[in-house]
């Protein structure tokens, strides 16, 4: 059986209430009050999905209930039921936020048809919360992970500019999280919820990023059967991101020089002149103001890019973001692969200090992923680490001396263990706390006599 919605009706006319709740009966639940402090307790109380009010009554009006249940954190629509003597209060309270009035002698159906729409709009905006709710929880990370000076004032820089028209340059190394700051401009910028176009500059040859940029006309090249709108277009009103803006060839960049300089473009194979509103972010992992010099580049155009820039530093000069970073991903990948990994132990932490990072977050993302997928207990260990990490760690930071001794103790500590265990390798692997084949790989790399 389907739950009626109730109606709460406030008046201190009994003969009013009664009227009202009888010929609402039949499709409603009821709730009856005598004047505003009444209806608010019952509010308190109940789940009440519509108000019907008077305005005149005693202790606490109309008006006076109207202002106390915005303060309410769940919005209940309120009708207003008024005398011809008091429309102007009336019309006063619709400018407050109720939803709407009738005049006594109360057109019964009318007031149905009022209370329909009225409920009908309380439920379209609550599956709008929800929407946005969903749609908020499935979009990317918007903030950095990591307590660095570098870190911070690039995540400062970004939200400061996000208020902003201002076109972008992100520049850094890849795996930075260039893609990151530029999530985080759009979802904190005036145009959060418009359209949010990425386009990648090294994935298309010259002809085809032009299109895919500017769109193209039907018959414009063998192939363009019909019209096609390109990313500029679909982007009209928001945010156009173009990731590695360094591949793109000299052509396409005239044309997005002049877009830069005007806000309009033709369609390839077109004369049509077009004007649309977007905000440009470019990101690259190039060094941009060197490849100018090398006239790689146009220098008016990197200079229109780079209104603001943002540098990201590599993993490698931030690595007080590590432990940071380590822990936030065991969290997320463990929910991900349903694992039961808390933590990490301090030597599989040392040996991730160690490494150089070239791929930067991104490959502490994957390398911490395969970590807790092979992980075989609620923490991280060493020969949970993808190999390759420890026999490239001395060769790829060869100036790190705590990794020299943390590996020559290391040594050490095998080479011991074996003497005890008579060169049992498995005894020797299960008071190490490490699997045979890591044992083993050991043994081999550091030449041991077994």
């Not at 009554?57 to 008024?82: A, H, Q, S, Y």
Request: charged share 30%.
């Amino acid at each position: 059986m389907t739950m009626k919605p109730t109606v709460l009706i406030v008046d201190d006319d009994k003969m009013t209430i009664n009227t009202l709740s009888v010929a609402l009966e039949d499709d409603y639940s009821t709730l009856m009050a005598t004047d505003g402090v009444e209806a608010l307790n019952i509010l308190k109380e109940k789940d009440v999905d519509i108000v019907l009010t008077d305005l005149d009554m005693p202790e606490m009006d109309g008006l006076e209930l109207l202002e106390e249940m915005g303060r309410m954190e769940n919005k209940i629509p309120l009708i207003v039921i008024t005398g011809q003597g008091t429309i102007e209060s009336a019309v006063q309270a619709m400018k407050s936020g109720a939803y709407d009035f009738v005049t006594k002698p109360v057109n019964l159906d009318r007031l149905g048809l009022l209370i329909e729409k009225a409920l009908e709009t309380k439920r379209l905006k609550e599956e709008n919360v929800l929407l946005r709710k969903k749609i908020e929880e499935s979009l990317p990370e918007l903030k950095f992970i990591g307590r660095s000076a570098a870190i911070k004032k690039c995540e400062e820089l970004a939200l400061q500019v996000a208020s902003t028209k201002a076109t972008v340059l992100i520049e850094g190394e890849s795996g930075t999280g260039k893609e990151l700051i530029t999530n985080i401009i759009h979802y904190n910028s005036p145009v959060a919820h418009g359209p949010f176009i990425k386009i990648n500059c090294s994935a298309f040859s010259e002809g085809v990023l032009e299109s895919e940029l500017f769109g193209h006309e039907k018959g414009a090249f063998t192939g363009a059967v019909k019209t096609k709108k390109g990313r500029f277009e679909l982007a009209h009103q928001g945010t156009l991101f173009l990731d590695e803006v360094g591949e793109m060839p000299a052509s396409t960049q005239v044309k997005l020089l002049r877009f830069l300089q005007e806000r309009t473009f033709e369609r390839v194979g077109g004369t049509k002149t077009y004007r649309v509103d977007v905000r440009i972010i470019s990101a690259t992992n190039r060094d941009l103001a060197q490849m100018v010099k090398e006239g790689k580049f146009r220098q008016d155009l990197y200079y229109r890019l780079r209104v603001v820039r943002i540098l990201v530093p590599p993993l490698r000069e931030r690595k007080e973001d590590i432990d940071d970073l380590v822990h936030n991903f065991i969290s997320k990948f463990s929910r991900l692969h349903g694992k039961p990994v808390t933590g990490i132990t301090k030597d599989a932490l040392g040996l991730i200090h160690a490494y150089h990072w070239p791929g930067n977050v991104r490959e502490l993302m994957n390398c911490i992923e395969s970590a807790v997928v092979m992980a075989k207990t609620d923490l991280i260990h060493v020969d949970d680490i993808p190999e390759y990490l420890a026999d490239h760690t001395t060769q790829l930071d060869p100036e790190n001396k705590d990794l020299g001794l943390l590996q020559e103790l290391e040594r050490k500590t095998i080479m011991e263990t074996l003497d005890k265990t008579g060169g049992d390798k498995v005894k020797a692997a299960r008071i190490l706390g490490i699997g045979l084949r890591t044992l083993y790989r050991k043994i081999d790399k550091w030449k041991i006599n077994t």
